[in-house]
């Protein structure tokens, strides 16, 4: 029996932002009962060159719903990138887990040869196979921010170990 393409996706993706929807409440509840600023966190960098917490969480919604729906063969959701609170990161997570939840099984039916483009720069273009995209760029994009998340949070406090940063599987 083979593994289908929304089987390797779409349930990694629900784990891992479920959970880091769960790491969110925590930093929230940490930094509420040690009156530490909210921005301390959300803004908060593991080295200055490296995105803070907040475009980290993005970055992995972004992924999600971006590989998800090319996978699937849909249009690409756009949102803003202007969350500036925990609610609102957790905002832009449900909106993504409703996205890529919505997207029927049978949509991902042969994206494993279906061609994707990328067009990471202008006039920079890459093409490459589903299941390479998926496997080779989207996963790995998607868990080194989902990563870079929980590293920021437990870096500055937060009391989150592994079985935060899996979630429910």
Same mark, same amino acid.
């Not at 349930?11 to 509840?29: C, D, I, R, W, Y």
């Not at 959300?42 to 972004?62: G, K, N």
């Not at 049978?106 to 990328?118: C, K, M, P």
């Given at each position: 029996?083979?593994?289908?393409?929304?089987?390797a996706s779409?349930?990694?993706?629900?784990?891992?932002?479920?959970?880091?929807?769960?790491?969110l409440?925590?930093?929230e509840?940490?930094?509420?009962?040690?009156?530490?600023?909210h921005a301390?966190?959300?803004?908060?960098?593991?080295?200055?060159?490296?995105?803070?917490?907040?475009r980290?969480?993005?970055?992995?919604?972004?992924?999600?719903k971006?590989?998800?729906?090319?996978?699937?063969?849909?249009?690409?959701?756009?949102?803003?990138?202007?969350? &500036?609170?925990?609610? @609102?990161?957790?905002? #832009?997570?449900? $909106?993504?887990?409703?996205?890529?939840? !919505?997207?029927d %099984?049978?949509q991902?039916?042969? &994206?494993?040869?279906? @061609?994707?483009?990328? #067009?990471?720069? $202008?006039?920079?273009?890459?093409?490459? !196979?589903?299941? %390479?995209y998926?496997?080779a760029?989207?996963?790995?994009?998607?868990?080194?921010?989902?990563?870079?998340?929980?590293?920021?949070?437990?870096h500055?406090?937060?009391?989150?170990?592994?079985?935060?940063?899996?979630g429910?599987y």
């Amino acid at each position: 029996m083979s593994l289908s393409m929304h089987t390797a996706s779409v349930p990694v993706f629900q784990q891992m932002l479920n959970a880091l929807a769960g790491v969110l409440t925590k930093a929230e509840a940490h930094a509420n009962e040690r009156r530490i600023d909210h921005a301390a966190l959300l803004q908060a960098r593991l080295y200055p060159d490296m995105f803070p917490l907040v475009r980290q969480v993005q970055i992995a919604c972004d992924f999600a719903k971006s590989v998800s729906a090319r996978l699937a063969g849909a249009d690409v959701p756009s949102y803003d990138d202007s969350e &500036s609170s925990y609610a @609102e990161l957790q905002q #832009r997570i449900a $909106t993504t887990l409703n996205f890529i939840g !919505g997207l029927d %099984a049978a949509q991902f039916e042969g &994206s494993d040869q279906r @061609e994707i483009v990328l #067009r990471p720069g $202008t006039p920079k273009e890459r093409r490459i !196979g589903g299941q %390479a995209y998926l496997l080779a760029y989207g996963l790995p994009q998607f868990f080194f921010h989902v990563t870079t998340a929980y590293d920021l949070l437990r870096h500055n406090g937060v009391e989150v170990g592994k079985k935060d940063f899996m979630g429910v599987y």
